[in-house]
């Protein structure tokens, strides 16, 4: 992973990330999607890739982040929807999604109902969900986290 530090470009281990509890590459005129590998480095606590110029979707292996405390992701293009993976977060409490080109339903469940701040929203024209108190189309059906089912015997 290359990225500007102190305007200079320098490479970054992916060996070594996977011991980080923090990662800030905000600023840093970051293109393209976010890497799914991202979702592999379980010790972070804090992701934060706002102001750059990414953009697609945003991989569901960032629920996988299991001990992430906040993510932003604010100032950007991304696109398409939160991925429900989210809600798997136990420990999020900081979710920025703001000024990008979200749209549908705020994924539920789990942490993702205590984070109705409608800034960490804003500007995404097509977000709905009881976060923001915007009503959803009726065709848009809910997601809820993924249970799973038992089988009786």
């Known amino acids: 992973m290359i990225v500007n530090w102190k305007k200079s470009k320098q490479g970054l281990s ?6 980080y509890y923090l990662l800030d590459l ?10 799914a590998s991202l979702g592999s480095l379980k ?3 804090l992701l934060n890739i706002s102001h750059n110029n990414l953009s697609g979707r945003v991989p569901t292996s960032l629920g996988d982040l299991e001990n ?15 991925p429900q993976s989210l809600a798997k977060l136990q420990q ?17 469940g789990s942490q993702m109902d ?24 009726e065709n848009l059906s809910p997601t809820y986290p993924s249970k799973v089912e038992s089988k009786e015997t």
């Open 114 to 137: 205590t984070m109705d701040d409608p800034n960490f929203y804003a500007n995404n024209s097509g977000l709905c969900g009881m976060q923001i108190q915007v009503p959803c189309p």
């Open 26 to 35: 905000s600023m840093n005129q970051l293109s393209s999607e976010i890497p």
């Open 68 to 82: 992430l405390e906040s993510l932003d992701l604010s100032h950007n293009n991304l696109s398409g929807s939160i």
């Open 43 to 45: 010790a972070l606590k």
């Open 92 to 108: 999020l409490t900081i979710l920025d999604v703001s000024n990008n080109k979200f749209q549908g339903k705020i994924p539920v």
């Open 14 to 19: 992916f060996t070594n990330l996977k011991n």
